[in-house]
């Protein structure tokens, strides 16, 4: 297909114990409102190139991989608000070589956190993979990562990663 859409979302309840660190058993339980809304797209440019991305946003997105992993603040008791998303480009060269450029961010809402919590996490990512045979193919992917902390420094690290893909 030459242009693919869709959209997503959630709405539900979590329970969350809020701890205190001075008290000697667990602390308060409460509920908190979960949602989210997601858009994602596609776009193939000829039969060889492919742009890819996805936009979040929502509340309480820890447990489905946003806002950092985060969910309630602890010191603010408050759900984490957060929106992101990617974009990545595929290139097939001939039959055999694929390459992938992309970029992704996750942003918590700032108001949201307290002193020491994660508050932007931003990757850069480049890879290629090779069909050996078949459906086997080996890959090597470089990323670049940065994570931004409320009141401390911001944390950098590059990764070389590979794999072997098998897909059935």
Same mark, same amino acid.
């Given at each position: 297909?030459? %242009?693919?859409?869709?959209? /997503?979302?959630?709405?539900?309840? @979590?329970?969350? =114990?809020?701890?205190?660190?001075?008290?000697?058993?667990?602390?308060?339980? @409460?509920?908190?409102?979960?949602?989210?809304? =997601?858009?994602?797209?596609?776009? @193939?440019?000829?039969?060889?190139?492919?742009?890819? +991305?996805?936009? %979040?946003?929502?509340?309480?997105?820890?447990?489905?991989?946003?806002?950092? %992993?985060? #969910?309630?603040?602890?010191?603010?008791? !408050?759900?984490? @608000?957060?929106? +992101?998303?990617? =974009?990545?480009? #595929?290139?097939?060269?001939? #039959?055999?070589?694929?390459?992938? /450029?992309?970029?992704? #961010?996750?942003?918590?809402?700032?108001?949201?956190? /307290?002193?020491?919590?994660?508050?932007?996490?931003?990757?850069?990512? +480049?890879?290629?993979? %090779?069909?050996?045979?078949?459906?086997?193919? !080996?890959?090597?992917?470089?990323?670049?990562?940065?994570?931004?902390?409320?009141?401390?420094?911001?944390?950098?690290?590059?990764?070389?990663?590979?794999?072997?893909?098998?897909?059935?």
């Amino acid at each position: 297909r030459l %242009f693919e859409c869709g959209i /997503a979302g959630h709405v539900g309840r @979590r329970q969350v =114990v809020l701890q205190n660190p001075s008290a000697a058993s667990p602390g308060e339980v @409460r509920q908190y409102s979960s949602w989210s809304f =997601v858009a994602d797209g596609s776009l @193939r440019l000829g039969e060889t190139t492919l742009i890819e +991305g996805e936009y %979040f946003i929502g509340q309480l997105l820890g447990d489905y991989s946003g806002a950092i %992993f985060q #969910t309630v603040d602890p010191v603010k008791a !408050v759900p984490i @608000r957060a929106r +992101g998303g990617w =974009v990545q480009l #595929t290139q097939q060269i001939g #039959t055999r070589w694929t390459v992938h /450029a992309g970029f992704g #961010t996750d942003d918590p809402f700032d108001q949201d956190l /307290a002193s020491a919590e994660r508050k932007t996490n931003t990757e850069v990512f +480049g890879n290629v993979l %090779f069909r050996i045979v078949g459906r086997l193919r !080996v890959g090597l992917e470089l990323s670049w990562w940065a994570t931004q902390w409320v009141d401390n420094p911001t944390a950098t690290a590059f990764r070389v990663e590979n794999a072997v893909l098998y897909a059935f």
